[in-house]
Structure formats: C-alpha cells, structure tokens
C-alpha cells in the first residue's frame, strides 16, 4: 500500500503527534526542521518515504500507520463522506470539528480495540475534546479507557500521560484522594523509566495540588522544591507552571510575600505572544489567590482580571467565561457590592456550570455568605455546614477548613468580606 496524500496524511500525523503529548519541535529532533514538519502537518508538502520512515520511528508507529487503506479511505453514507476506519477517523478529527469528532466516538466504539495504539489516540483526543467543553464526566471515561490501554501497550511515556491527564481530571471532579494516588503512581513510573523532564515535571504539577488540597503540606512543599529544581533551567511553560504551583501552595501555607514573589516571577517570564491561553489562566489565578488571601487584595485582583478580560473574551472557552465571571462575584462580595455579587452569581447558576469542584464550591460558599447579608442566616449555616462536609469526604482537606472558617466568621458576624 502506498503512502496517503495529503491532506490526509497531514491530518493523521498531527494527531499523532498531538495524542503522543509532542511539541512540533520535540517531533522534528535532529533529523528534520520544524518548519518543514510544519508544512508536512499543514499539508503543505507531500511525504516523501524518508521522511514517513523517520516519522514512524519517531512517533514509535509501523509504518503502514501512513498508508492509504486498500478500500479507500473513505464511504459514502447518504450526502455525507465518512471515514471508513478507525485511522481515518482519527486523521478527520484533527480538524477539531464536532461532527468528526462524533463520528471519531462511533468508530472507538466499532473498533473494539482492535488497534491499541491508534484506540489510545482516539480516547485522548476524544477526552481532550470533552475537556474543552466542561464535561470532566465524558472526559473521565475516556482518559479511564486511555489509562487502560497504556498498561496494555506498556509504554512508560503513554502509561504517566494518562494517569496525569486522568489526576487532573479527577481533581475537577472532586476525587481528590484518587487524583493524588494516580498523580504518585505517575511520579513512580517516570522515576523508573527516568523519562524527559516534561514528563516527570507534569506528573508533579499534579501532584503537589492534589496534596495541598488533602492537606499534605509538607509532601506538598517538597515536591515543589523538587519540582522548581527539575525546571529551572528549562524555557516554555513548564517553569511558568511550576511557579504558579508552587505560590498556591505558600497561600495555603499562610506565606502570601512568598507567593506574591513566585506568582511575580511567573507572570514576568510568559509573554502573551507565546500562550495567549496559558496567560489568561495564570491572571485568573493571580486574581484567584489574591481574594484568597487575609485580608483579600481586591485592587490587585481587579487589575489582574481587568488585563485578562478582554483576551477571555476573544479566546476564552465557555469554561474560562464563566471562571471570569465567578472572580467577578467573589471581587464585588470583598468590595462590599453585594447586590452585584448577588446578580453575577445568579447569572452563573442560571447557566450549565462547567467550573471545577473547587470553584463550584467556592460558588456555592459565595451563595450562602450572601445569604447571611440578606438576613436569612439559617439557611446559609446550613449551606456551609453541608459545603464543609461535602469537601471532607471527597478528601479537600484545605476546601474544608477554608468553609469551617467562614462559617465561624459568618456566625461570628465577622464573614461580609
């Protein structure tokens, strides 16, 4: 069999690459330029058989990964062109579309595994898809079936991607305990296999918020310590990531010049021009942890989200909408506007909220602080009592003592920000 034509090929080795977690550059080595990769991604170049050779070996596929299906590559069903394989499918997906990424789902399932490798891509991009638009449970599944399927191919690289992917997801969910376990696991295997510093430091990024949020502060710390040393001489997102991190860590540890200086250091080192999405994220954490702290810092939150406003509104997904308008809330509480918080919480409720578990939380500890202002304290007692334990079960240890408090504070007639 031949090799596929482009845009086909294109479109298949982007997902490839995309659902192996490789930059073009980390693709390309030292056997090919970036930009021609690029154009080959674009479809802009045809492949010749050197390159697809060095590409195979690259992204550890046989080379018939590349190769045209003998029955064509597509069908027709009705008006509509639909991919004939599970390869296919996959090589369509790549576009981002809904429908191929629905018609990506109906292939997995017709697949039944006949083709581990090319199953894993597809229950990553799939769960990457599912990400994208709020939905931790679809996104859950699929990594869970991802997860699977690396044990079964036993490459250390798939088997730490998935159980980190999966940790983070599970941490939006609320599972914290096992998003913990996992992250761990994931550290372990990459220790073993000693694999590439993005590996090994993505695990812990995980891993150090799960343990802050159960309260593990002093495995926490270390990991942080551990996690700066292994990036620091790295470039790209990966420090900037850490830096955050690690200033989450020292508000909970009730050291805010400490976090105000890591927090300072990541926000100087990412220009918008290299991750429009990853500087959005971080401002909205800047604002985050600077209402967090005793006694909030409203100006600095309201400059941090001022900056990030207009990008959220040019790139932010709905989730990242809604996270803007969430700080919002809790900015308007701190400053002693009420009526306003009131108003912004209740248009977010009046939504399909796609916020995590700890920012769902925090919603619904704003609500029933607002209740004590409008003087139907019983209620938001009860709402917070109820918070509170809904957190110690799904082991937030911090989110728990952080809702203990407020409610003392509310009772105490001290909790109206």
């Not at 209620?379 to 203990?404: K, N, P």
Request: with cysteine.
């Amino acid at each position: 069999m031949g090799i596929m034509n482009q845009p086909q090929f294109g479109q298949k080795l982007k997902a490839m690459r995309v659902a192996s977690g490789m930059t073009q550059t980390a693709l390309a080595g030292n056997g090919m330029s970036t930009p021609y990769l690029s154009r080959l991604e674009s479809g802009a170049r045809p492949p010749t058989e050197k390159a697809v050779a060095y590409l195979a070996e690259r992204l550890d596929v046989p080379l018939d990964a590349f190769a045209e299906s003998e029955q064509g590559s597509t069908k027709t069903a009705g008006t509509r062109t639909e991919p004939a394989s599970l390869a296919c499918a996959l090589a369509a997906a790549a576009s981002g579309q809904a429908r191929d990424l629905e018609l990506l789902e109906e292939h997995v399932a017709a697949d039944e595994g006949k083709n581990p490798f090319l199953d894993w891509q597809a229950q990553w991009m799939l769960a990457d898809f599912k990400r994208t638009t709020g939905d931790h449970e679809a996104e859950r599944g699929y990594l869970r079936q991802a997860t699977g399927l690396s044990d079964r191919l036993a490459l250390p690289e798939l088997r730490v991607r998935a159980r980190t992917r999966l940790a983070r997801c599970l941490r939006a969910l609320g599972d914290n305990e096992e998003s913990r376990l996992l992250a761990a696991e994931a550290l372990t295997i990459a220790r073993d296999h000693e694999l590439t510093v993005a590996d090994t430091a993505g695990t812990l990024l995980v891993l150090v918020s799960a343990e802050v949020e159960s309260g593990r502060l002093a495995d926490a710390e270390a990991h942080a310590d551990e996690l700066l040393a292994m990036v620091s001489d790295e470039t790209g997102p990966l420090p900037v990531k850490a830096l955050w991190t690690a200033a989450t860590l020292h508000v909970r540890q009730g050291d805010p010049a400490q976090a105000r200086s890591l927090l300072a250091q990541a926000l100087e080192r990412l220009d918008s021009r290299e991750d429009l999405v990853l500087w959005v994220r971080l401002r909205l954490a800047a604002a985050s942890l600077s209402l967090q702290l005793e006694p909030a810092e409203t100006e600095a939150a309201a400059a941090w989200l001022d900056e990030a406003t207009p990008a959220v509104h040019l790139i932010g997904a709905p989730q990242q909408r809604q996270e803007l308008r969430a700080l919002r809330a809790h900015l308007a509480f701190h400053e002693g506007r009420t009526a306003d918080a009131r108003a912004l919480h209740d248009s977010l409720v009046d939504d399909q909220v796609l916020l995590s578990f700890r920012d769902r939380t925090r919603l619904a500890i704003l609500h029933n602080r607002l209740l004590f202002h409008e003087g139907r304290s019983g209620e938001g007692s009860a709402g917070l009592r109820a918070l509170a334990q809904q957190a110690q079960v799904s082991a937030s240890l911090d989110l728990a003592a952080e809702t203990w408090r407020i409610l003392a504070e509310c009772l105490s007639g001290q909790g109206g920000g």
